[in-house]
């Protein structure tokens, strides 16, 4: 499945003490990191929320999938 604020889910590699989640490729890194590097207004906050929202609800509408 597709939604343009969904990365894609390859999988994930677990060892004794760590575990991998592997996705596609994203340029700027993980959210995190770039949240980190770049100072955003409420504005461009809110948009970012709005955007993981409506990845979540898609991602629990449409898949049935339950994110924790």
Same mark, same amino acid.
């Given at each position: 499945? *597709?939604?343009?604020?969904? %990365?894609?889910?390859?999988?994930? $590699?677990?060892?004794?003490?760590?575990?991998? $989640? $592997?996705?596609?490729? /994203? /340029?700027?890194?993980? %959210?995190?990191?770039? !949240? =980190? =590097? #770049?100072?955003?207004?409420?504005?461009?906050? !809110?948009?970012?929320? %709005?955007?993981? /929202?409506?990845?979540?609800?898609? !991602?629990? =509408?449409?898949? =049935?999938? #339950?994110? *924790?």
């Amino acid at each position: 499945f *597709r939604h343009p604020n969904i %990365l894609w889910f390859f999988g994930e $590699v677990t060892t004794e003490t760590e575990i991998f $989640v $592997v996705t596609e490729f /994203a /340029a700027h890194g993980s %959210l995190h990191d770039f !949240l =980190k =590097k #770049i100072e955003i207004d409420d504005s461009q906050k !809110l948009e970012f929320s %709005l955007s993981i /929202a409506f990845g979540m609800v898609y !991602l629990h =509408k449409e898949k =049935k999938i #339950i994110h *924790r």
